[in-house]
């Protein structure tokens, strides 16, 4: 019989081999997707790029549109301050969320197709002038490097390291994950992470899922 350190082991070897085969299996299914089922519609650089070439169906949207809206802030932050407090009140966070994303698809979204627009900012410089675009532009790109990403990235690699065990700074941990999103991002454009989205979303659904399932039945 195995001994508990043996145990321990195997499932820790367990969980990174879940890890990797996960992220090895979206990455590959995202590539065969955008390669061969999604034809870019535009053949311009910027919609290629920052619109999916134009080609992503309506579910591949909506699907990337909440997955975008949550991330380790809501995963971890989010469900540790409401654990900790024992209050569900921190809930609305995201419940609220889903009237923003309706009021976005039904009014907004509409407004920036018929203007061939992809960005808040680029609606900000038609509907006004090339300054505001430009400061606002400047305002999100400072939150995201400053804020958000940083705090994302701390919390993800916290997780991580605490659900492996590892004996790791959080600095590379946080590193390996920025890469991977990088990777993404960078090669793959607003397509690949479109779809990559969705894919997550249904392992997301399914693990969200099991697990109340598996506390009731323990």
Known sequence: MASDTELDIMYLLLHIATFFTWTFGVGLCTWLVCRYQLKNRSSSTEDVF???GRALPWYVCAGS??????ST???????????ADGCLAGIWWEAGASICMMVAAIVFLPRYFALGLTTTSGFLGVRYDLQLRTAVSAVFLIYYAVVLCPMVLYTGALAIRNIFELDVPLGAISAVIGTLGAIYALFGGLKAVAVSDCLNGIGLVIV??????????A
């Open 50 to 52: 920052f619109a999916g």
């Open 65 to 70: 549109l909440l997955l975008t809206n949550m």
């Open 73 to 83: 802030e809501q995963l971890v932050g989010l469900n540790g301050t409401v654990f």
């Open 208 to 217: 969200g899922l099991w697990v109340p399932l598996a506390g009731l039945s």
